[in-house]
């Protein structure tokens, strides 16, 4: 059936009774493709009729869905002519994994953080409303979502809309791991009241409201969305479904099965990486600890085996970023050690809270903030803007690690600081086992590697290694740099760096993140007056969707070749 | 009888019936003081009664206050030993309008964002309890804090908590200006229900509840809390004040006097400012946008008149500041032009949302950061953040104006254009008047003001005044600079900049902004490997809380002969 579905317009030529057939093989095309390539499963496959049903009964683009977090858009994809992706393994790297407008006109935003649809798609709602036309809006979201602030703030607001408004909440009983938060107890509720119960946090703020128990059944939910179609008001319609809906593995382990890694996907699981080796140091000493996460523990390398053993020492908030900066900085200020790990993409979301809530108060909790660096695939998860981000925030230390037991000192350190907000930055890099060089009575002094002359290296955490590569191949152009490996990348050294004026005459920086606003750029402005030449590498300000990796780091001119003919180049 | 309270143990000498007089007291001071110095009138009076009552039950500081804003913490600063600051003129100055803790072992945050309490507090309380300890952890939040993400984040975690937990809703019917939001219907509700209205949404997610109607009566007040005191589980106590109370022209103004400027702040009417100029010239084309603010209206410059001529051009969001940058990506995307006006204290609420909502889908909207630059006072309401914040995020478009014809011409530009995401800074300063020199044709292009040698100013925005001096002084040591005007300071001319390696030896950038990871770094990066000397002036790092502007500029170095100083000293 599938064959002769390449826009909702063919979708629209089934019979209703044709349906659940449909939907039957894009489940089977969909387990084939997540499978194979990796994906999310769990989402993805509850939401199968969600999405055919919608499509059946709206007239998309006209009418406008706007996906959440859109890691549960791939029914979409396959109904508005991007089938072949999900079906053809030699297209299967032809779409993103998330809504993405330059791929299709039933796309609307490029999306990969969660909590945005409704702020979105309320202002496609507030246009339309404006140039008095008519469509229905429609934002898909999941439960997980509705914890996240930036929802919550969008449904209070969208509510107002005296017309259209159709709010989808896929609830599948999971965030990422289990649910967190008051509100679930109200979802909870609703689904064992088929929706009745009085006490309803939806209706409390002023939406129109239906639940539909049978999310896994199509023909059910084009019944119903057929009714709510050209609605005048806002509602909210709950929708229950089953997260895995038709493969054994993701219903029976809803978790491991929200996101699976592709058949070739191999690891090592005897292989260090620096996540176990945080997590194991925290474990350590998690009774003087709490650990903080916002519903990613899996991406944060908590496995529920870690989670239990740390027991009331981990905190999942749900997805509340912001609010688990704040409680960090209330913990801290109470008298424990709080260890909030994020990812670097994540941690975006909480800038005012680090400014405000934490640095302003100088509470000394700690934040980890993973998956750093810079890296190819989709521009929505990025680990380049933390440095810049975080760095020129008064009060917070910002660390980096080049090494395994520079790692651990540092986890050790910050574990038993008491003076100030402290970040431990941790890339996605395999692991290194140079010796520390971190020096706890020293924190923010940076150190020599080994010293040369005319050229020094100034290389942040794992691009040590890169360094230690150029300081070889540069010794077969008669240089022998210096190597500096600083740690600390919110603050300068200044004694170190004026050392270096003496028999230097070129400073090359390098670090795994954006250089604008980055480390570099305070060296450059520090050696800025002097003749010292500086020069700084990273990445550079741009999204770069969907470039890989090692395309990238050509364009950026981070190969150890392309290094070293810039430095003979500036010599 | 104020004259004997020192500290909340000679509070709780006084019988009950003896509370009204001191609240009398205590209004009369605060009226006299506030009126006179300027500050938070409305919240401030109608809190007298609730935090009397809160003193009188509860011991703080084991029983711990945190409150929300801290705007309306003038009478617990009363009653906690600093009532000399609000009853002696000659100490007027001497504490902050924030909470703070250097002042006092009562105070545990400086706070002066919003909606943050119940999310510190419950760090306090997660503390408490793993360390088995007993105290009541109370958060003190107004109705107006709480559409704010951060605290519907806090409330749907804190309730959660297995422990004494109280949190104070002081609900006066008002935001700054009205409130918006489906909540406010709830409130209305439960105002008109006295509390006894099925639909809740605090019960929704899990909170016990009181109401208090008589939110102004310190003896029903005192009776209440002293049920409450000790609960072993969270409870919201909804209590019901008047904004203003005891004050005709704050009861009948509720926005007006929400904050007062004192009786020697004199303000010529007729004077340009920048807010006019920009409030005149969107005005001028309001049938073409979507003016959006997050409820600081007068702030933004956007009068009572101006926002009814607006009609349904003007969007208030409630307390919001992340939704109000999606709701514009949205209102952009669906062909509108949405102008978001925010301060540039409170931009650093939204980097998550400018990265991923709207920069990331380059749709065009106009944000105005108002209120930017560098200024004394206190630290929670800095300008000099959103440079770093901002300028670093890929496609989004930054400019600044040096005089009111720039101003305008910029934002007829920002108004028109559809190629990005684009924000117009506007500072806090006196209006300039030099012509525009923004080419719409070329609009990332820097300009010369004057050309020179040896010498190139690179000022920013207001800051080309002070270089204009700068320059004049220069001129008596044989020294002809350039003066260039950016305009744009989110990307490199490098045209220009390269061109100036012909007959010059330093460049001087100046800004109205922290220079880590700002405008200047950029340029300094850029003549990193040439022989181009490069110095970065503007603000430093470092919260500096409660600096009066004089002497912080005088440890930035940026007065004028100071400036002259350090470029003689480079030549």
Redesign the interface.
């Known amino acids: 059936m599938l064959e002769k579905i390449n826009s909702p317009k063919d979708l629209k030529k089934l019979k209703i009774e044709e349906l659940p057939a449909l939907v039957k093989e894009i489940r089977e095309v969909l387990i084939n493709k997540i499978y194979t390539t990796g994906g999310h499963l769990g989402s993805n496959l509850a939401m199968i009729e969600v999405t055919v049903a919608l499509h059946y009964v709206f007239d998309s683009p006209k009418d406008k869905f706007v996906f959440d977090v859109s890691h549960q858009s791939y029914t979409h994809k396959i109904l508005t002519g991007r089938k072949d992706a999900f079906i053809d393994p030699a297209k299967f790297g032809s779409v993103s994994g998330y809504t993405t407008?330059s791929e299709s006109e039933h796309d609307?935003?490029?999306?990969?953080?969660t909590s945005?649809a409704v702020?979105?798609?309320?202002?496609?709602?507030?246009?339309?409303d404006?140039?008095h036309q008519s469509s229905n809006i429609v934002a898909i979201m999941g439960d997980g979502a509705l914890?996240?602030?930036?929802a919550?703030?969008?449904?209070?607001?969208s509510?107002?809309l005296n017309s259209n408004f159709i709010v989808i909440l896929n609830d599948n009983e999971m965030s990422i791991p289990e649910n967190?938060?008051?509100?679930y107890?109200?979802l909870k509720l609703l689904r064992e009241t088929n929706g009745e119960a009085?006490?309803?946090?939806f209706?409390?703020?002023?939406?129109d409201y239906v639940y539909i128990d049978e999310g896994n059944d199509v023909v059910k939910l084009v019944e119903a969305f057929k009714r709510i179609k050209d609605i005048d008001h806002p509602i909210l319609v709950h929708v229950h479904t089953l997260k895995g809906y038709g493969d054994e593995f993701a219903t029976l382990n809803k978790e491991a099965g929200h996101y699976v890694m592709g058949k070739n996907y191999k690891v090592d699981p005897t292989k260090d990486t620096y996540k176990k080796i945080f997590v194991n140091k925290l474990m350590e000493h998690i009774d003087e600890l709490?650990m903080i996460n916002a519903s990613t523990p899996t991406a944060a390398g908590l496995s529920k085996e870690v989670r239990e053993k740390a027991g009331?020492?981990y905190?999942d908030?749900?997805i509340?970023e912001?609010?688990a900066v704040?409680?960090?900085?209330?913990?801290?200020?109470?008298?424990?050690k709080?260890v909030y790990l994020v990812s670097a993409s994540f941690v975006?979301?909480?800038?005012?809270?680090l400014?405000?809530?934490l640095?302003?108060?100088n509470n000394p909790a700690l934040i980890i903030v993973y998956d750093a660096g810079i890296y190819g695939g989709d521009?929505?998860h990025v680990g380049q803007?933390d440095i810049?981000?975080i760095?020129?925030?008064?009060?917070i230390k910002c660390f980096d690690a080049s090494s395994k037991a520079e790692l651990e000192a540092l986890i050790e350190f910050g574990i038993k600081e008491k003076d100030f907000p402290m970040v431990i930055r941790v890339e996605m890099a395999s692991v290194s086992y140079h010796n520390s060089l971190f020096d706890e009575s020293h924190p923010f002094k940076y150190h020599y590697v080994s010293k040369g002359s005319r050229v020094a290296l100034i290389a942040l955490g794992s691009y040590l290694d890169k360094a230690i590569k150029v300081k070889e191949i540069l010794k077969a152009h008669n240089i022998d740099a210096t190597l500096i490996n600083p740690i600390c990348y919110s603050s300068l050294d200044e004694e170190l760096l004026n050392e270096l004026k003496e028999n230097h005459e070129?400073v090359v920086t390098l670090e795994n993140g954006?250089?604008?606003?980055?480390f570099?750029?305070?060296i450059?402005?520090f050696?800025?007056?002097?003749?010292m030449?500086?020069?700084?590498l990273g990445g550079e300000?741009?999204?770069n969707d969907l470039l890989p990796s090692k395309e990238l780091f050509e364009k950026l001119g981070l190969n150890e070749d392309q290094i070293v003919k810039k430095i003979i180049e500036?010599l």
């Open positions: 407008p609307f935003f490029k999306v990969g953080h945005t702020a979105l798609a309320s202002g496609l709602a507030k246009v339309r404006l140039k914890s996240g602030g930036e919550l703030e969008a449904l209070d607001n509510v107002l967190t938060g008051g509100i107890s109200n009085d006490i309803n946090i209706k409390a703020i002023g939406f709490i009331n020492h905190l908030v749900g509340c912001p609010y704040a409680l960090a900085s209330g913990i801290a200020k109470g008298g424990f709080p975006q979301r909480t800038y005012d809270q400014n405000q809530d640095a302003m108060n521009c929505t803007y810049p981000l760095s020129n925030i008064p009060n070129l954006c250089i604008e606003g980055g570099g750029e305070k450059s402005r050696y800025g007056a002097s003749p030449k500086a020069i700084n300000k741009d999204f500036n």
